[in-house]
T-cell receptor, first 117, second 113 residues
Framework: DTGVSQNPRHKITKRGQNVTFRCDPI?????LYWYRQTLGQGPEFLTY????????KSRLLSDRFSAERPKGSFSTLEIQRTEQGDSAMYLC???????????????FGPGTRLTVL | QKEVEQDPGPLSVPEGAIVSLNCTYS??????FMWYRQYSRKGPELLMY????GNKEDGRFTAQVDKSSKYISLFIRDSQPSDSATYLC?????????????FGQGTILTVHP
């Protein structure tokens, strides 16, 4: 399978614990996005990487959240001191920057479902 | 008020029906419009992509964009039970160098045999 992969698929943790999620994008894609989706809502943008550079962070990404993309390949999203409000599906998407002006096509992974007890 | 509004449904139709899904938006800067399909416990899958106003057809799916009304639609012809999913509209402003998607809430569609 050459699509976007995310691990783990499910994570249950207790409030106050730290969690880390991993995203492996499609191999030639240089752009990587993280989104968060709560039940009954559409995904909300969290952050964006072009290669290894993190170029935008949403206001939704509090100081407890940190994302990295070392060497411009896989990415990790860490949440420190988890809260019950962090319970959501965390989605990763990747894309290839288009040669011409216009938007890129994002391919989503299956997501990591986080439950904070 | 959210930038993108979408009726969450749920919408239930018989097999073979024509389905109409809609979104409205408030940000006139949106130039790129997408429809994603999301099956339960899966990531969204891109169905249709259109730039600015107009129609685009792909098999049983037709996407329409009316920028003057800030209104987009997705039509599904000859709907099948396998079309049962959540349909998400998504948009990106023009002039941006990357694709920060703004999604609607999603419409839950069930096609029953």
């Amino acid at each position: 399978d050459t699509g976007v992969s995310q691990n783990p698929r499910h994570k249950i943790t207790k409030r106050g614990q730290n969690v880390t999620f991993r995203c492996d994008p499609i191999s030639e894609h240089n752009r990587l996005y993280w989104y968060r989706q709560t039940l009954g809502q559409g995904p909300e943008f969290l952050t964006y990487f072009q290669n290894e550079a993190q170029l935008e962070k949403s206001r939704l990404l509090s100081d407890r959240f940190s994302a990295e993309r070392p060497k411009g390949s896989f990415s990790t999203l860490e949440i420190q001191r988890t809260e019950q409000g962090d319970s959501a599906m965390y989605l990763c998407a990747s894309s290839l920057a288009p040669r011409l002006a216009g938007s890129d096509t994002q391919y989503f992974g299956p997501g990591t479902r986080l439950t904070v007890l | 008020q959210k930038e993108v509004e979408q009726d969450p449904g749920p919408l239930s139709v018989p097999e073979g029906a024509i389905v109409s899904l809609n979104c409205t938006y408030s940000n006139s800067a949106f130039q790129y419009f997408m429809w994603y399909r999301q099956y339960s416990r899966k990531g969204p899958e891109l169905l249709m992509y259109t730039y600015s106003s107009g129609n685009k057809e792909d098999g049983r799916f037709t996407a329409q964009v009316d920028k003057s009304s800030k209104y987009i639609s997705l039509f599904i012809r000859d709907s099948q039970p396998s079309d049962s999913a959540t349909y998400l509209c998504a948009m990106i402003p023009g002039g941006t160098s990357y694709g920060k998607l703004t999604f609607g809430q999603g419409t839950i569609l069930t096609v029953h045999p």
